[in-house]
Structures are given as structure tokens and as C-alpha cells.
């Protein structure tokens, strides 16, 4: 069994304020408006359904990960299949991984977004949230789109390891990634156009 990081956020501190207060109800009132904030976001973003409903799950920790099958007592080990060093939350497999870093940072630096590669472990929602804001205004939409397809994709890779036994180097669902990119684009997801011409040569 492997222990979570925890890592403090301005949106933990609102999150965990009402509590540390003694205000039970106000803490619920707080986490269901910065669930519902989430939500709205995730469904305005340039995306396939799917993928917006899988974020969806991810927001409200519906996704069968190794850690949350541990915890109802559907297996023995919540090792990350990855790294077998850290809790398989969905946290852990789309940002604090050592292979999801690598992969967040090949592709952040096609895109010249270097300055966003997440360094450690935090809530997804928390990290997309706070990182779109880091972006100027016309970049935003398609960042949001970027963090889908990538998380997506390494939700994908966590699938097929789990799955088929099937295991692909950071840099080849980089590229893989970059790739399906074109196809988000064809398919009329265009916030990634904008994204595709900033691509490092
Ligand atoms: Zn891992």
C-alpha cells in the first residue's frame, strides 16, 4: 500500500477554512460551489463528449482507479502500475507520476507552454485551474483543451497497462499525443489550431 502527497492550494485552504472554523455547513455550501464552478468548466471546454464526461467522473472521484478499489476492497494493492511507488489515484496517474511528468513536459514544450509542467502532485482540478490562469486570456480555451487530451491520453496509457499489459515510452505518447491533436483539430475542436501553430519546430 503507498501514501498519498497532500500539497496545500489556495483552493484547499478555502476548501478545508470552513472546517477549521467549526462550519460544517458552510464548508459544504463552499465545496459544492467549487464543484459546481469545476463542472462548468469542464463542460464548456472544446472537447470529444466522451472525454468531457470522463473528466466529469474525475471530478466527482467516480474513476475505477487501483487506490479506489482498494478502498472497497476490490484488490489488495493500490500501487501506481506505473511506478509502483505511490497510491493510483487519479491525481497521481495524470499529474504526479514521474511518467505523466515526462509526458506533460514533451508536450508542453512542442507547445512552448514550459512554464506550466506540473512539479508535483495536486488535486487535477486544482492544477488545471490555477494553471489556465497563469496563460493570457487567448490562450486559455485552448489550454483547456490541451489538458484534456493529454490527461485523457494518460488515462488511456494507465488503461492499457492495467489492461493488455501494453506499455509505451513517455516520449512515444508524447508524440502520440501531438498527433491526435490534428485529429481533435479535423474533427473541429479548432481552440487546438491555435495551440498547433505556437508547435516548437
Ligand atoms: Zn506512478
Redesign the pocket.
Known amino acids: 500500500m503507498c501514501g498519498k502527497k497532500k500539497q496545500s492550494s489556495l483552493r484547499n485552504i478555502l476548501r478545508n477554512l470552513p472546517e477549521l472554523l467549526g462550519c460544517v455547513r458552510l464548508q459544504r455550501n463552499v465545496l459544492w460551489l467549487l464543484q459546481a464552478a469545476e463542472a462548468a468548466l469542464i463542460w464548456k471546454t472544446p472537447a470529444p463528449p466522451w472525454v468531457k464526461f470522463f473528466f466529469w467522473l474525475a471530478l466527482h472521484g467516480k474513476c475505477w482507479t487501483a487506490d479506489r478499489r482498494w478502498r472497497h476492497g476490490l484488490q489488495d494493492d493500490n500501487s501506481?502500475?506505473?511506478?509502483?511507488?505511490?497510491a493510483?489515484t487519479l491525481d497521481?496517474?495524470i499529474l504526479?507520476?514521474?511518467?505523466?511528468r515526462e509526458v506533460w513536459a514533451a508536450c508542453l514544450r512542442t507547445f512552448r507552454l514550459l512554464e506550466l509542467i506540473p512539479t508535483h502532485e495536486e488535486r487535477i482540478m486544482d492544477w488545471w485551474t490555477t494553471s489556465r490562469k497563469r496563460l493570457p486570456k487567448v490562450l486559455r480555451r485552448d489550454f483547456d483543451s490541451l489538458f484534456f487530451l493529454v490527461g485523457w491520453n494518460l488515462w488511456k496509457e494507465r488503461n492499457g497497462r492495467t489492461f493488455d499489459r501494453a506499455a509505451r515510452q513517455p516520449q512515444q505518447l508524447a508524440q502520440a499525443i501531438v498527433e491526435e491533436a490534428s485529429l481533435w483539430i479535423a474533427a473541429g475542436y479548432r481552440s487546438l489550431g491555435a495551440l498547433d501553430a505556437r508547435r516548437a519546430g
Open positions: 501506481c502500475i506505473t511506478c509502483d511507488q505511490y493510483e497521481h496517474i504526479g507520476c514521474v511518467f505523466s
